[in-house]
């Protein structure tokens, strides 16, 4: 007898175990079914279902109940190894006058690159193919407003988001000193809007087009030995007590007839006297930077030619508005013009290597 209730407990026991494993599979199917409501096609639903949080909902179950045959562990198919797109931006806090540099790896000709940020215009942007994907330098204004700013880079492919990203980019004031210069009328009307007009023609053109390899090589130098900086980047300059605007580059003061030397390797794209700037060249180092040479008295390249670093492409004078023997040097991304020391102090390519 007692044999007998034992049995049937056992039984009993048995059941109540079975009845328990099949909890975890109509759990399951439920939670398919709520789903399926709210998607469109049963196919769909049923795919959701399978690839996402399955263990999260079958495993605390399956480790408890060991009298269960053991459920089919769910093998995650793995996508075919495609290299990602990946956007660099480096640095992220900048000062007025600064640059930055944007890297999109793995990145084709048909995809589509948009910018979406306050900190430059879209056609201040060049985006370039370099090494398997683009690269753009992005400058920043002297007079930009100091303040955050996002800065969102959207990579599109055959109609879908390849990589998308947003950053948030501080740009920092930057004290910039009041210089004043007194010169005679008839050189302060050199510089009236006509003329730098009349230039812009000729120097725009020398920037338009960029070499897609970089064509420098490591920082670049100053152009003159042994020179001491008169007139740093981004000052603010009063000619005869009126504000003339900002100093676009370094001004370097040297006796005339002093050699000066390309600042890195590139293509000469403008070598030819101008009315405010005087003899001038203009150099393009590739992927959108260039380096001009103004108030030259000799220039010893011309269009065209390929130029290395150290390689003396003129002499130094006082051509153009000038009021003495000086180097007036400037660096521009594209035509905005960014602070030359930037890039002696770094390789533009280096923002991207990786810090360690
Ligand atoms: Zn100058």
Known sequence: MTKRIISVFITFCMLLTFASCKNPTEEESDVS?????????????????????????????????????????????????????????????????????????????????????????????????HEGGFLALIPIEWDKAPADYNLGIKVTRDGETAAETSEMVKVSKKDFEKHYIVVSEELAATRSDENFAKDGVYTSRARSATSSEPLWEGSFILPVEGARITCDYGLIRYVNNVVVGRHSGLDVSIAAGAPVMASNGGRVTLAMELIVTGNTIIIDHGMNIFTAYCHL????????????????????????????????????????????????????LDWLAPTE
């Open 297 to 348: 008295s000799k220039m010893f390249v011309e269009q065209g030619d390929i130029v290395a670093k150290y390689d003396v492409i003129g002499e130094v004078g006082s051509t153009g508005f000038s009021t003495g023997p000086h180097l007036h040097w400037t660096f521009t991304i594209g035509e905005t013009f960014v602070n030359p020391w930037l890039f002696m102090d770094k390789d533009p």
């Open 33 to 129: 079914t709520t789903r399926s409501s709210g998607t469109a096609g049963a196919t769909e639903a049923s795919n959701t279902s399978q690839t996402s949080e399955p263990s999260a909902s079958v495993s605390p179950t399956d480790t408890s109940e060991t009298t269960c045959e053991p459920v089919p562990t769910v093998t995650e198919t793995v996508p075919e190894t495609v290299a990602a797109t990946v956007i660099t931006v480096a640095p992220t806090e900048v000062f007025q006058g600064e640059y930055l540099t944007v890297f999109i790896s793995n990145s084709g000709e048909s995809d589509k690159i948009e910018y979406d940020t306050k900190l430059a215009a879209n056609w201040m942007i060049k985006t370039i193919p």
